[in-house]
């Protein structure tokens, strides 16, 4: 009797070991499978496109278990597209940026229903009505978006004061919260916001002192670095840039050309990011996880603010939607001259994907989405926090 007590709980032992290696043998040869479909829709994508590259990456429970390039990051040198080719991610620069401006929110240094003139003071003051740094941030301000012509760009600007010239006298579409319209050039103030009041130190709700920082400084330090974006950065022509992938489009007779160049300086916080779609899954992982802003902030983004649609609108940076199942799904999309780009979070569910492709005429939205649904489709849906 004694021998069986003593050896019950070794055999015990040994059957919950087997049970857990067959467990961990089954869960590596779901995500051996869903890898591999993941990859036949790049290779379909690519076939099917004629794009020079695509690139996507797949984040699941904070994890990036897929990261893949197909076709070229250069067509003249060959050089293969991977997860770790730097493309520009036009309007997705948008709510990376957001995230900077929330931090700014959670110090006390900044308020959603401030006026933009109290950070960019350059700005007139509109007599439709006051321009809310809310209206910005879901795209509600009143401000135009480019006019014909004026989304290639050849000059570069040294401040957002001389960029805000482009528009600023202009006057608003609607008054500021009444409707919805797209504007790069309204949410590129939000830059403003950021350089005069980041490099700012407060303790015990006393300044301590005050720093000018540079937009791209103050995301380096308090998004990029501490999300692990090792490969992300401003778009600056002459900079070296490793894994930078070149742009293309096509003519009119349908041949590959090389794109237009086209200086993004004025656009910034709007749509100046360089980066990989590695790093485009991390920035989600982090929000989400807590690292780079507090649970109650990051669900204000994710909280509609201007209805859009059935299910949708705009959060705080993002777009935000129920899918089919009732799931809670967020994004953003970039397009920029030679570029196309498709960033999903799946919150609830944990998962991630973002795509890129160095074209203007294969947006990799619908490649993102079907990606994801391989991930989603081992999920059970969850109810909406």
């Known amino acids: 009797m004694f021998r069986l007590l003593k ?18 043998t089954l869960s590596n040869v779901s995500a051996q ?74 110090r006390g240094l900044v308020k959603l229903d401030d006026p933009i003139q109290k950070y960019v003071p350059s700005f007139p003051e509109k007599s439709e009505g006051k321009i809310l740094l809310i209206h910005l941030l879901t795209h509600t301000s009143g401000l135009r978006h480019y006019k014909s012509g004026e989304s290639v760009n050849m000059q ?40 005069a009041v980041g490099g700012r130190v407060s303790r015990g709700g006393e300044l301590v002192s005050q720093e000018k920082i540079d937009f791209g400084e103050y995301m380096r330090q308090n998004v990029w670095l501490p999300a692990g974006m090792t490969s992300t950065f401003l778009e600056y022509h002459r900079v070296i840039v490793r894994n930078r992938a070149d742009g293309y489009e096509r003519n009119r007779q349908g041949q590959m050309q090389n794109a237009p160049y086209d ?39 994710y909280t509609i603010h201007f209805s859009t649609g059935e299910n949708r609108g705009r959060g705080l940076g993002w777009e935000v939607q129920k899918d ?14 030679g570029f196309l780009s498709m960033l999903i979070n799946y919150p ?6 973002a795509a890129c492709s160095n074209c203007s005429f294969f947006s990799p939205g619908t490649l993102a989405q079907n990606i994801a649904n391989i991930y989603l489709a081992t999920k059970e849906p969850e109810p909406i926090k």
């Open 263 to 301: 200086e993004v300086s004025y656009k910034f916080a709007g749509g100046g990011v360089i980066s990989t779609v590695e790093d485009m899954v991390r920035v989600c992982i982090a929000l989400d996880s807590g690292i780079l802003l507090k649970p109650e902030t990051v669900k204000n983004m």
């Open 33 to 106: 499978t869903e890898n591999k479909q993941a990859e036949e829709l790049l290779k379909q994508a690519l076939s099917t496109s004629g794009a020079p590259g695509i690139s996507a990456a797949v984040a699941v429970n904070g994890k990036i278990v897929f990261s893949q390039g197909v076709g070229y990051a250069n067509l003249e040198l060959q050089v293969p597209a991977t997860g770790a080719t730097v493309y520009r991610i036009a309007s997705i620069s948008k709510p990376i940026s957001a995230i900077g401006v929330m931090q700014l929110i959670e």
């Open 348 to 353: 609830d569910q944990k998962v991630v994907v």
């Open 324 to 337: 089919s199942q009732g799931r809670l799904c967020i994004s953003h999309s970039g397009s920029s001259t």
């Open 156 to 195: 570069y600007y040294n401040s957002l004061e001389e960029a805000i010239k482009i528009f600023k006298d202009d006057p608003l579409l609607f008054t500021p919260g009444s409707r919805y319209s797209y504007s790069t050039y309204g949410f590129n103030l939000l830059l403003g916001v950021i350089e």
């Open 7 to 24: 050896t019950a709980p070794n055999r015990f032992l040994r059957i919950f070991a087997i049970i857990l290696a067959i467990t961990v």
